[in-house]
């Protein structure tokens, strides 16, 4: 799999993905998928879709900011550690640059959503363990319009009370498209 994620020199020690490229592991951290939360007794089940609720809101207007060219506004639903590192002109020039190497979104498409556990940068001993969203999008942009070709997966966290992105990436899955994420009912 195929990873080209965005990420700004002054975020790689935060371990943030907004410009670069790279290979990922062959068993992505996925977590627990929402279609299995949603077989959960609804004592267990509420609390953790109600984090999925708003996580999906963030991560779908997330995705919305990229598609319409929205850098300030996708800076400001930033997790706070990122902003502290990165000015939103730094941003803006990343954004103009992913534009530039992967073309412009032009559609996505939501495919699947799930519940991992770890620190905001996924470095061991770096905060605490708390829950994380991810989001997968089937994407086509002006320069990859294939179908299931290309992804892009939105991690959020909740931070002061409210859902933050930590990062977006492309994933390309042209070799291999795992069933989770192929077009069925994933939706929720």
Known sequence: MDL?????????????????HGQAPADEERGLFRATIAGYAESERRPLID???GARATADQAIRYVMDGKADELY??????????????????????LSAKEGRLVSF????QALSYGTEDNTPGSGPTRPIS???YAVKTTTSNEADALFVIVKTIKQENKHVVVSLRFASYRSKLPVWLQKQSNHP
């Open 109 to 112: 498409e939501y495919r699947n």
């Open 51 to 53: 984090f999925l609720d």
């Open 134 to 136: 991810q989001v997968w």
């Open 76 to 97: 400001n639903v930033m997790v706070s550690r990122y902003r502290e590192q990165l000015s939103v002109e730094q941003f803006r020039e990343a954004i103009a640059g």
């Open 4 to 20: 080209r994620c965005l990420i700004v020199v002054p975020a790689l020690a935060l371990g943030l993905a907004l410009v670069g």
